[in-house]
């Protein structure tokens, strides 16, 4: 069901803020996450209560919580191997999904022009990000959030208190918009919609795009536009500056440079000293110029250098990996080659 329909159908389970305290929509057999069984709900359900929410509806909306070990399970999952650039290159780009990233923006072209005049971020950007996340929503999840989030805010210790504050604001984005929250879907770990926000990015930067009064990162391609746009441009995004320039270096990758950090420091190494370890930006740089200096690996064995902008280190806020970056910045270069053979 679409958020429309869902918001259509929010006068027959009464408004969820209102009917739901007699419990005729909602309410079901008590599961796991039952307030009247489980300590830890109740506890969460006292404190929203506490903001103004009606402890009833919260009751009967944890009441249909149910939790998935499959959650668990994929948050356990030891890490893969290291990917090489190449191996995750070849994950999301392709051809095809450059083809469908042009097709995406022909089909919003209002929107994208709208999101680049109000927020200076280019259409191949924003389609990468949902190319990348998504499949231009061919793929948004298939999880419902309110299990999801629940079994990892009361069963998965490690991260509890993280998870525990994305169920509260994904409590808080439905009830605002009358939306049951027992049928909205997402990934395993909660993240929602065409872009994949967890509920905090949704409620710091969801826009309604298209004017209809409702932010629907769901069902609205023309809200998650405005809404990655929002998101980059509230993370410092430079209107027309360069994301990356390239980089020549030494086959063995330099062991005291810093490479492919952006967790900490950002734009954390100077043009001087990777010239001084062997590494030189293609392209004419100050030599106290800051950049993210990154060594991406192929099978053959060697590398390929490429100096992160601040540009480049505002995508990587969007997924803190370097790799990640590139894709999204790979992508956006050929949704524009196609769009450009276009015209």
């Not at 944890?62 to 999952?77: C, G, L, P, V, Y």
């Not at 809404?227 to 410092?236: D, G, P, T």
């Not at 043009?271 to 930006?281: D, F, N, R």
């Not at 540009?311 to 997924?319: D, G």
């Amino acid at each position: 069901m679409t958020l429309r329909g869902v918001i259509g159908k929010k006068l027959a389970i009464a408004c969820v803020l209102g009917a739901l305290g007699t419990n005729a929509s909602l309410a079901t057999a008590a599961g796991e996450f039952d307030p009247a069984d489980n300590a830890d709900v109740r506890k969460m359900v006292d404190e929203l209560s506490q903001q103004g929410y009606t402890r009833s509806t919260l009751n009967a909306i944890m009441a249909k919580a149910s939790h998935q070990q499959s959650i668990i399970n994929a948050m356990n999952r030891p890490a893969e191997r290291h990917l090489r650039w190449d191996e995750y290159r070849n994950i999301f780009i392709q051809p095809k999904r450059a083809r469908l990233g042009a097709e995406f923006i022909r089909t919003h072209r209002e929107a994208m022009d709208k999101a680049e005049r109000e927020y200076g971020v280019p259409p191949e950007i924003i389609a990468a990000i949902i190319g990348v996340e998504t499949n231009y929503g061919g793929n948004k999840g298939s999880y419902r959030v309110l299990d999801a989030l629940s079994t990892l805010a009361f069963d998965y210790p490690k991260r509890a208190t993280f998870f525990r504050k994305e169920l509260i604001s994904y409590l808080q984005i439905t009830l605002a918009q009358g939306l049951d929250p027992a049928e909205m879907k997402g990934s395993y770990a909660g993240a929602m919609g065409y872009p994949q926000f967890m509920p905090s990015s949704y409620q710091a930067y969801a826009v309604d795009f298209n004017g209809d009064g409702i932010k629907d990162l769901w069902d609205e391609p023309e809200d998650a536009i405005g809404s990655v746009a929002n998101y980059f441009a509230k993370h410092h995004w430079r209107k027309g500056a360069p994301i990356y320039v390239e980089a020549n270096g030494p086959a063995d990758k330099p062991e005291n440079i810093d490479f492919n950090n952006v967790r900490n420091g950002g734009l954390n190494t100077s043009i001087q000293a990777l010239e001084s370890a062997g590494v030189t930006a293609a392209g004419n740089l100050p030599s106290d110029a800051m950049v993210l200096p990154m060594a991406l690996d192929f099978e053959d064995g060697h590398y390929r250098y490429v100096l992160g902008m601040h540009n480049f280190y505002v995508i990587t806020r969007y997924n803190h990996s370097h790799m990640y970056g590139m894709a999204v910045a790979t992508l956006a270069e050929q949704i524009k080659a196609v769009l450009a053979q276009e015209s």
